[in-house]
Structures are given as structure tokens and as C-alpha cells.
């Protein structure tokens, strides 16, 4: 069974940075792709980013070039640096867990395993 925890979530002004970690344990996490989705109040989840077991990284067109994933296998953990933070990006951030390295990776119902999420909030 594996596990994920997020941290880094917060409050931040508009234009500031959060980094996010995410937390595995439980499998070998360097098998798995990671990704990294979003829900607002009232609005659907949505995928922000996700990174390959061999680091390839994928991004959603609204963050990328804010956003970068990376990963620690041997910390076991996943970040998202999110820079220049705009009140949009206000969410709940979860992170997830595909065993199976999907190369559809944008779709949430590839994902095994979540995290419980942590907000992100972003004031103008």
C-alpha cells in the first residue's frame, strides 16, 4: 500500500512561491510516476502537472512555465516549485501515484494512490 502525504501548502500574495512536497512510502518509488492535481471550490479537479518514473515532466497549459515538478528517489518525495502564484492557482493540491507509468497521465482515474491534499491559497 502506498502512501503519500503533501506539505507546503499556505497562504501567499500574488506573485509570490510555494514548494509543495509530497511524501511516499510503502512501494519503491522510483517504479511509479508521480503527478500533482488540483480542486478548486465548486470546480472539478484538474491535472497541473506530473513527472515520469524516468523524469520526463508534463505540465497543464496553465501553469507551465510557473510550475516545475522534480522528484527525490531517494528521498522518496515529489515537489511542485510554484512560482509567480496567481489567485487562480487557489486550490487544494493533491498528490498522486501511478504504479503503471501511464503515458496518459493527465487523467486522473490513471492514478493508485492519493494523498489527503493541502491548500494552497493565493490573495491579490
Known amino acids: 500500500q502506498v502512501q503519500l502525504v503533501e506539505s507546503g501548502g499556505g497562504l501567499v500574495q500574488a506573485g509570490g512561491s510555494l514548494r509543495l512536497s509530497c511524501a511516499a512510502s510503502?512501494?519503491?518509488?522510483?517504479?511509479?510516476?508521480m503527478g500533482w492535481f488540483r480542486q478548486a471550490p465548486g470546480k472539478e479537479r484538474e491535472f497541473v502537472a506530473a513527472i515520469s518514473r524516468r523524469d520526463s515532466t508534463n505540465y497543464a497549459t496553465s501553469v507551465n512555465g510557473r510550475f516545475t515538478c522534480s522528484r527525490d528517489n531517494v528521498k522518496n518525495t515529489v515537489y511542485l516549485q510554484m512560482n509567480n502564484l496567481k489567485p487562480e492557482d487557489t486550490a487544494v493540491y493533491y498528490c498522486a501515484a501511478d504504479l503503471h507509468d501511464s503515458a496518459l497521465y493527465w487523467m486522473a482515474s490513471k492514478y493508485d494512490h492519493w494523498g489527503q491534499g493541502t491548500q494552497v491559497t493565493v490573495s491579490s
Open positions: 510503502g512501494r519503491t518509488f522510483s517504479n511509479y510516476a
